[in-house]
């Protein structure tokens, strides 16, 4: 023990030493000290080495319909193609999904959703029930097992939900509201996808759907739920339109849309001059050019589709027995709603709004990371100053530790700044930090580029730490 004991100290002044050394090194020795590894952008697993010239043979054919935020997200590698409307998301993409599946969760928690996960296989037995399964068509993709049972892989989920609650017994009135969502995979079989993640085969949507005793207070949650939804989207800062629409397949008696105006969207909206009134052209009369509220002027535009709310009554409920038990001690159909956001579209159509035809611009709250440090290239003048930018990082880990997630290291100095400065572009970081010509000068500073704001700043450390532990956590 005594030698042991022994041994321990003679080796600690060593260890201590390469503690102190590994920090002042690119690559540390994971092994030997508690310094956490940085996050190399050399390490990271992305599909195309963010080259302009290997576009051509990643799209899928040729003369296929393509827009901006599919040709950048395919540029930057954040999504590869696997069959049609099909796509891998790579990590950055999952970062990214990951932080607005966050920022949903605490919305649809907020107004007392709680989340659940139902099977994305979904019985025919269940669609043929409620009419759906001719109604909707090829739309669903439909499969058979071996025992012959008919199956689709579900676009959306209101039979499989109406039936679970209806497979409990009465829902007891104190349990209402009762709101239930998943984020989950869904499925739809388009004729001809397009436009990367915007319109898919396959795709995330977050589903929601709500039970009541009465009309009244059905109509209360759904106010409850778009308002939760416009909260969402204020805090991604995308300009959202909520437009009255119809309700399609999925049915009931009121609808709205949430729209993202774009020049790419598939949905027609007319737009009061004078008030808050939209709508979707389906749901206006032919030849109306006035506003039904103010008699105002309406103007139409473009809209991609990200969020859908429906008042459904109950046209399910009453179809699979969902009830609910109110306080005189009788027992109605639940009066339902439904809500979607479509998930991946809002990553794809919050690109598609927000960046420029040679940069992504994410909601800062989902940019995959939010800042990416490049050091000067190895060999030239200015090499000296790898080692500042280092201590920057260092420094920064240390000042605003819940930064440290999201900052990565460019450390292909094999590169050009430039180069890297391009890619980074490409990638969205909101913040470029580099270790250019300004980390010669007496006293040194770095280049602070904002991405989103284009403003550019040469900033000491301290300032730099200032200003990055404005940013939200
Ligand atoms: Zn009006």
Redesign the pocket.
């Known amino acids: 023990m005594d030698g042991l004991l022994g041994t321990g100290r003679r080796l600690l002044p060593d260890s201590l030493n390469l503690v102190a050394r590994c920090k002042t090194q690119w690559q540390c020795g994971r092994f030997y000290c508690n310094v956490r590894a940085k996050k190399l952008v050399s390490q990271h697993f992305q599909s195309v080495n963010l080259r302009e010239d290997s576009l051509a043979s990643q799209e899928s054919k040729p003369g296929e319909m393509t827009c901006k935020s599919q040709r950048l997200m395919l540029l930057a590698g954040l999504i590869c193609p696997s069959s049609p409307g099909c796509y891998h998301y790579m990590p950055y993409t999952v970062r990214a999904m990951e932080k607005l599946i966050k920022v949903i969760d605490q919305e649809m928690l907020a107004i007392g959703g709680q989340k659940i996960n139902m099977p994305a296989l979904c019985s025919a037995k269940l669609w043929k029930a409620s009419g759906r399964w001719k109604l909707m068509g090829k739309e669903l993709l439909q499969l058979t097992d071996r025992h012959s049972q008919e199956y689709c892989l579900g676009p959306t989920h209101e039979e499989a939900i109406t039936d679970l609650i209806a497979s409990q017994g009465s829902l007891a009135y104190k349990q209402l509201p009762l709101l239930l969502y998943q984020i989950t995979r869904k499925f739809r079989d388009e004729p001809k996808p397009c436009f990367g993640l915007l319109r898919g085969r396959e795709f995330y949507m977050k589903d929601m759907y709500t039970f009541d005793a009465s009309k009244e207070a059905a109509l209360q949650t759904y106010a409850l739920v778009c308002k939760a939804y416009c909260r969402i989207f204020n805090r991604l800062g995308l300009q959202i339109v909520k437009v009255q629409a119809a309700t399609g397949s999925i049915g009931g008696t009121m609808s709205h849309e949430f729209q993202l105006p774009s020049d790419i969207g598939e949905d027609q909206l007319m737009m009061?001059v004078?008030?808050d009134?939209s709508a979707n052209v389906e749901t206006i009369h032919q030849g109306e050019t006035h506003?039904p509220?103010?008699k105002?002027e309406l103007v139409k535009r473009k809209g991609i589709e990200v969020g859908h709310t429906f008042f459904l009554g109950t046209k399910y409920s009453s179809v699979f027995n969902a009830s609910v038990h109110t306080p005189q001690n009788t027992t109605v159909p639940a009066e339902m709603g439904c809500y979607g956001l479509g998930v991946s579209r809002i990553l794809a159509a919050s690109i598609e709004v927000l960046s420029t035809e040679n940069a992504i611009h994410w909601p800062n709250l989902i940019a995959p990371y939010h800042i990416c440090l490049i050091p000067p290239k190895k060999g030239s003048k200015e090499e000296k100053g790898a080692v500042l930018l280092e201590d920057l990082y260092d420094s920064i880990v240390q000042a605003i530790p819940h930064v440290e997630e999201e900052m990565v290291l460019d450390d292909r100095t094999q590169l050009t700044i430039g180069k890297r400065l391009k890619d980074a572009k490409k990638l969205g970081y909101p913040y470029v930090i580099i270790g250019g010509k300004g980390v010669l000068d007496e006293p040194y500073q770095f280049e602070v580029q904002n991405q989103n704001t284009g403003e550019i700043l040469f900033l000491s450390k301290e300032a730099i730490i200032d200003l990055l532990s404005k940013l939200p956590k």
């Open positions: 009061c004078n008030c009134f506003c509220a103010c105002g």
